[in-house]
């Protein structure tokens, strides 16, 4: 417990400590490999950063990840040498934070921003086309929480 204001609060990492192990376990398990995948499985993830360079040589080196930053100028693809793959971008002037934002493929970008909508999220990046690959947008849920979409083509 960490002591915040005369009070004791329970520290994120033993929180996290309590749970995690519950949930490594129901995915490591062979039994749960069998046949199961998950829907609209995550498919894309990006890193937007104040300074790209910096962060593509730290996640390279911590991860060994191959960057290519020549295939489309401004936007680093990352392979990390197994799925989902990412992109390395540098935080626009418009933009809260960096941050670390997940990709969810979808069949209907439509269906499911009009459905997050119902439900009380907020479209932030409409259905934007990306040539030859498909579309993506995203979406803050009702706590604020960013989340993207992809609809390949």
């Known amino acids: ?58 996640y390279s080196e911590i991860f060994d990840w191959k960057l290519d930053d020549v295939s489309m100028p401004g936007y680093t693809l990352v392979n990390t040498g197994a799925e989902p793959g990412g992109g390395i971008f540098p935080k626009p002037p418009h933009a809260p ?13 439509d269906a499911t921003l009009a459905k997050a909508n119902q439900l009380g999220a907020t479209t932030i990046v409409p259905k934007t086309p990306i040539p030859g690959h498909g579309q993506f947008a995203m979406f803050t849920d009702p706590e604020g929480i960013a989340v993207g979409l992809f609809q390949p083509q």
């Open 1 to 58: 417990m960490a002591q915040v204001g005369g009070t004791a609060k329970p520290q994120l990492g033993s929180e996290i400590a309590r749970w995690l192990p519950l949930v490594w376990g129901q995915h490591s398990s062979k039994a749960n490999e069998r046949e199961k995948t998950m829907p609209n499985p995550l498919c894309h993830f990006e890193l937007m950063t104040n300074d790209p360079a910096k962060c593509m040589k730290f």
């Open 97 to 109: 934070g960096v941050c670390l934002n997940v990709y969810f493929m979808v069949e209907s970008i």
